[in-house]
């Protein structure tokens, strides 16, 4: 592949969308952190997007055949550093998950897209069959399971959307289906109860599980970030109170406004209006990786842009409606607007292997 041609025919369109979403959350973060000792997140947030971008080019310049031949490399190093980051992690939120300044279980995320991908374009059957599904299953379950025990449920909970989308595509029979949605019940209950033997630092974690069911029963305590995000999202009314001019956001009254919850400060400077438009961009990001889903030269390049689409959809949903009181209150970032350099890093890898099994289209 000429550089002209990879120049060419690079996804633009994916870039820009995702682009003018990073900087809409640059604006946002510098809003949010000013006067504050995180006054300096929004210029650090544009040197993750500027080394995100550099490390996106890199993932997308090599063949993602290759990467899908290193898959099991790439998982037992994963395993490995997931093992490590319980006796030379940093504990921050009641869970020990960074290690030197990263937060691990945000690669494994492409990992995962990567297992997936290679599992099922490598079946030679239209329909999977138990054993299919137990491999499988483990395969995604050991490091979910790591990432659970750190304890971190909501980026555990990030790796299953991609499992659960990849069998369905792979095609799976309505007696397997009932099964695995059984499973999926009793894994509530015994990851509860998991939860409850890794300590006291996981009381938070259960708490927040809970709280937005009825949050007005603890007000200040842990239904006190609901009950504040909804009150900013209908503060901003149509058309926002302005850049810098929130007062839910301003005055301090919401949470964490830079990273968790940067869309109920969003949508209180900016308003409905503009909420809307930035659903739409999503929306657009997500129909441009599906279209490159459909027109991938092979199954494993479509299981790989939809493994992409899939988890970011799944961040979306789980963010947006934590915001608004429909989903417990989780650590899950929003997509490309969020501070923070881990998540950052992998979207733009994800977007990367998008790019990646476009450009192959054109290869031959």
């Given at each position: 592949?000429?550089?002209?041609?990879?120049?060419?025919?690079?996804?633009?369109?994916?870039l820009?969308?995702?682009?003018?979403?990073?900087?809409?959350?640059?604006?946002?973060?510098?809003?949010?952190?000013?006067?504050?000792?995180?006054?300096?997140?929004?210029?650090?947030?544009?040197?993750?997007?500027?080394?995100?971008?550099?490390?996106?080019?890199?993932?997308?310049?090599?063949?993602?055949?290759?990467?899908?031949?290193?898959?099991?490399?790439?998982?037992?190093?994963?395993?490995?550093?997931?093992?490590?980051?319980?006796?030379?992690?940093?504990?921050?939120?009641?869970?020990?998950?960074?290690?030197?300044?990263?937060?691990?279980?945000?690669?494994?995320?492409?990992?995962?897209?990567?297992?997936?991908?290679?599992?099922?374009?490598?079946?030679?059957?239209?329909?999977?069959?138990?054993?299919?599904l137990?491999?499988?299953?483990?395969?995604?379950?050991?490091?979910?399971?790591?990432?659970?025990?750190?304890?971190?449920?909501?980026?555990?909970?990030?790796?299953?959307?991609?499992?659960?989308?990849?069998?369905?595509?792979?095609?799976?029979?309505?007696?397997?289906?009932?099964?695995?949605?059984?499973a999926?019940?009793?894994?509530?209950?015994?990851?509860?109860?998991?939860?409850?033997?890794?300590?006291?630092?996981v009381?938070y974690?259960?708490?927040?599980?809970?709280?937005?069911?009825?949050?007005?029963?603890?007000?200040?305590?842990?239904?006190?970030?609901?009950?504040?995000?909804?009150?900013?999202?209908?503060?901003?009314?149509?058309?926002?109170?302005?850049?810098?001019?929130?007062t839910?956001?301003?005055?301090?009254?919401?949470?964490?406004?830079?990273?968790?919850?940067?869309f109920?400060?969003?949508?209180?400077?900016?308003?409905?209006?503009?909420?809307?438009?930035?659903?739409?961009?999503?929306?657009?990001?997500l129909?441009?990786?599906?279209?490159?889903?459909?027109?991938?030269?092979?199954?494993?390049?479509?299981?790989?842009?939809?493994?992409?689409?899939?988890?970011?959809?799944?961040h979306?949903?789980?963010?947006?409606?934590?915001?608004?009181?429909?989903?417990?209150?989780?650590?899950?970032?929003?997509?490309?607007?969020?501070?923070?350099?881990?998540?950052?890093?992998?979207?733009?890898?994800?977007?990367?292997?998008?790019?990646?099994?476009?450009?192959?289209?054109?290869?031959?």
């Open positions: 592949m000429s550089p002209y041609r990879g120049f060419r025919d690079f996804d633009w369109p994916l820009i969308i995702a682009l003018i979403i990073c900087s809409l959350g640059v604006l946002q973060i510098y809003s949010a952190t000013l006067d504050t000792h995180f006054h300096d997140a929004w210029w650090k947030q544009i040197l993750y997007i500027v080394g995100a971008l550099a490390i996106m080019w890199v993932i997308t310049s090599i063949d993602y055949h290759t990467l899908l031949g290193q898959t099991p490399i790439l998982y037992g190093i994963s395993v490995v550093t997931l093992l490590a980051t319980f006796v030379l992690g940093r504990r921050a939120g009641g869970a020990r998950r960074w290690l030197f300044h990263f937060q691990i279980s945000e690669l494994v995320k492409l990992v995962i897209v990567l297992v997936v991908a290679r599992y099922l374009s490598e079946l030679k059957r239209d329909e999977m069959t138990g054993r299919d137990l491999k499988l299953g483990g395969l995604v379950g050991i490091p979910t399971v790591l990432v659970l025990a750190q304890p971190d449920f909501s980026t555990a909970a990030t790796y299953v959307p991609i499992l659960l989308v990849g069998i369905l595509m792979a095609g799976v029979s309505w007696r397997h289906l009932s099964i695995i949605a059984l999926l019940a009793l894994a509530v209950p015994v990851g509860w109860f998991v939860l409850s033997q890794l300590g006291r630092d009381e974690q259960k708490s927040r599980l809970v709280t937005f069911l009825d949050p007005s029963r603890d007000p200040r305590g842990r239904g006190y970030q609901t009950i504040q995000s909804k009150i900013a999202v209908g503060d901003g009314g149509m058309w926002g109170r302005g850049v810098t001019h929130g839910q956001t301003q005055l301090r009254f919401l949470p964490v406004p830079h990273t968790d919850f940067i109920a400060a969003f949508a209180e400077e900016h308003g409905f209006v503009v909420v809307v438009v930035v659903l739409g961009l999503y929306f657009l990001l129909m441009q990786i599906v279209q490159n889903a459909q027109t991938a030269p092979d199954r494993a390049g479509m299981y790989i842009c939809m493994g992409a689409a899939t988890l970011l959809l799944f979306i949903l789980v963010n947006v409606g934590m915001v608004v009181g429909n989903v417990p209150v989780s650590g899950i970032p929003l997509p490309l607007m969020s501070a923070g350099g881990s998540n950052m890093i992998s979207i733009f890898m994800m977007l990367g292997l998008v790019n990646n099994v476009r450009l192959r289209r054109f290869i031959g």
